[in-house]
């Protein structure tokens, strides 16, 4: 199956997931477009790392929003940071290792 699939944690007050991590996968596949289908799980344990998200595609299932966003990009060809500098790219990484282990911000859990 080609079709990309993505599932993720219920959402509430307008979210699409409660869960961070689903939050910040959404919002990739938004920003980058790519043609999905999202899939709202009860649960995370049918994901491969028994956390949400995770994604089907092409025959693969992929866990953790960092290695699906990775493997997104390089699929697709479609990074949201291609613009930025190198100074800009410092600053975001400078940002991701300020918030990482912060509750609901790191993605190191
Ligand atoms: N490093 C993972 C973290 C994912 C994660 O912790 N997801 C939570 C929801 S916010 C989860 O599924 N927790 C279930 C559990 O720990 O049993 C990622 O970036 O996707």
């Known amino acids: 199956m080609s079709e990309l699939v993505a599932y993720h944690l219920p959402g509430r007050w307008g979210l699409v997931s409660v869960s961070p991590f689903c939050l910040k996968l959404d919002a990739f596949l938004r920003m980058t477009e790519i043609p999905h289908r999202s899939v709202t799980a009860a649960t995370p344990f049918a994901g491969p790392k028994k956390k949400a998200p995770w994604i089907e595609h092409e025959g693969r299932t992929i866990g953790d929003s960092a290695f699906i966003i990775a493997y997104l990009i390089e699929h697709f060809g ?4 291609a613009a930025l500098t190198s100074a800009q790219r410092g600053q975001a990484v400078a940002i991701q290792r300020r918030d990482r282990g912060k509750p609901l911000l790191g993605d190191g859990l």
């Not at 479609?78 to 940071?81: A, F, L």
């Open 78 to 81: 479609k990074d949201p940071d």
